[in-house]
């Protein structure tokens, strides 16, 4: 393969989708596909599926198309889904419950490992297979179940000083579920999942 020191924002979050896709081919056991069927069914152009891939080798045969397994192992290698990769969630209200439940969902070696809350009352409690640890827990866990990622669910008040703990701790990427901006060291990437910002967005193109 060939090495990739850089790759562009848009193709890492491309990358996810086209793998949910062969994922999906792999069950139901297709084993080859062509740049024209992945762009058809994911809605991608063809050509830039294709120049998605080359950037990474040459995966795909003329007239035969890629090969799903070799296809699905390489973009898990690209994106280090290859090792399991722990979560810790922050903020076990209304909206960390139902992230943690969703645990069961996210694929690829990826799961919620620990659950964190500030709630003496919420604190001990089960959820989703995992007790609920306060946050003078949070460091110590996170460094002992390698955790790397996190996702913040609590007010936004409490967003900075939530992500400020995680950092410290050695969280390398957030899941910022707050509605608020957040701030954390360059080597830390923070993305947003905003719901009240984004359905904004979208009023903005009812007509
Ligand atoms: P509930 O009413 O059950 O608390 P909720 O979803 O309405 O649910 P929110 O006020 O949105 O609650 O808070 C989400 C969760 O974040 C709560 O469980 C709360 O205890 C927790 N929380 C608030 N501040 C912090 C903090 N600084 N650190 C960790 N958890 C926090």
Not at 34 to 45: E, F, I
Request: hydrophobic letters at 45%; a positive charge.
């Amino acid at each position: 393969m060939a090495k990739h020191e850089k790759i562009s924002e848009a193709v890492v979050r491309r990358l996810p989708i086209y793998l949910r896709y062969l994922s999906y081919l792999q069950q139901v056991e297709v084993t080859t596909v062509s740049s024209q069927q992945m762009g058809r069914n994911l809605d991608v152009n063809p050509a830039q599926i294709r120049k998605d891939l080359a950037a990474f080798g040459d995966f795909g045969k003329k007239g035969i198309g890629y090969d799903v397994n070799y296809l699905v192992e390489q973009i898990r290698q690209i994106l280090k889904l290859t090792d399991e990769i722990r979560v810790a969630l922050v903020g076990a209200g209304n909206l960390g419950h139902a992230i943690s439940n969703y645990n069961a969902y996210l694929k690829d070696n990826m799961r919620i490992a620990a659950i964190f809350d500030s709630n003496p009352n919420k604190v001990g409690n089960e959820l989703a297979g995992l007790t609920i640890q306060p946050l003078d827990e949070l460091a110590e866990t996170i460094a002992a179940k390698q955790i790397k990622l996190a996702i913040i669910t609590v007010p936004a008040p409490a967003a900075q000083s939530v992500c400020d703990l995680l950092t410290q701790a050695g969280i390398k990427g957030i899941l910022n579920f707050a509605p608020t901006t957040i701030r954390a060291p360059k080597d830390v990437r923070i993305h947003y999942a905003d719901v009240t910002s984004n359905l904004q967005s979208l009023a903005y193109y009812l007509t």
